[in-house]
């Protein structure tokens, strides 16, 4: 069953604390994406991925960070340099280029405790 | 990238068709129009891509008319369940993001 997988579904974090945001793919993707929703808004890119080894900072990545050691795999780290965390996070990726038709997983709800 | 302007809302009755426009009036050649349904407190899903006249699928239809300055989405007889936001997107697929806009919010009010 292929899909994008999105762990955890909710997290929480304390005040100075790193956490970091799973996303794992199994078609066979190249390129994969991390886009952050606030209530009410459309979505902005923090991060993208064109190929292993190599990403591009979006429009909003600041107090982010990423990593492509894996083709299946995108992990994204809100580090404690983003002062508002809270959003719904979203991981998606797409067949080839970064313009391509994107398939999204599930989505992380972050909260800061 | 072409910039989209949609419109914030919209409120439907069940069974009506519902056409959601989109501006783009910088569209380049190369570019495409992509569709985009998102529920709440999920991922957006493709729904339709085109690039000139109409294509239609099992969800939607698509029209676009001969300058593609805009780009028309069809729901035919909406449900309770198309309630969500719709985002258009415009872009060639190639080396640069496709940009996420506010949407337009469909309600779709019984």
């Known amino acids: 069953d292929g899909g994008i997988t999105q762990s955890p579904k909710y997290l929480f974090r304390k005040e100075g604390q790193n956490v970091t945001l799973s996303c794992e793919q199994n078609l066979n993707h190249d390129a994969m994406y991390w886009y952050r929703q606030d209530p009410g808004q459309g979505l902005r890119l923090i991060y993208y991925s064109q190929i292993v080894n190599d990403f591009q900072k979006g429009d909003i990545a600041e107090g982010y960070s990423v990593s492509r050691e894996k083709k299946e795999s995108f992990p994204l780290t809100v580090t404690s340099a983003q002062k508002n965390p809270t959003a719904f996070y979203l991981c998606?990726?797409?067949?080839?280029?970064?313009?391509?038709?994107?398939?999204f997983g599930p989505g992380t709800r972050l909260l800061v405790l | 990238l072409a910039k989209t302007t949609q419109p914030i809302s919209m409120d439907s009755y069940e069974g009506q068709e519902v056409n959601i426009t989109c501006s783009h009036n910088n569209i380049a050649t190369n570019d495409y129009i992509t569709w985009y349904q998102q529920f709440p407190s999920q991922g957006p899903r493709f729904i339709i891509q085109g690039y000139k006249t109409k294509v239609t699928n099992e969800v939607a239809s698509l029209f676009i008319p001969a300058d593609r300055k805009s780009s028309t989405l069809s729901l035919p007889r909406v449900s309770l369940s198309d309630t969500a936001v719709y985002y258009c997107?415009?872009?060639?697929?190639?080396?640069?993001?496709?940009?996420f806009g506010k949407g337009t919010r469909l309600s779709v009010i019984a």
């Open positions: 997107l415009v872009g060639e697929g190639g080396n640069t993001p496709l940009v």
């Open positions: 998606a990726s797409s067949i080839g280029g970064v313009g391509e038709t994107q398939y």
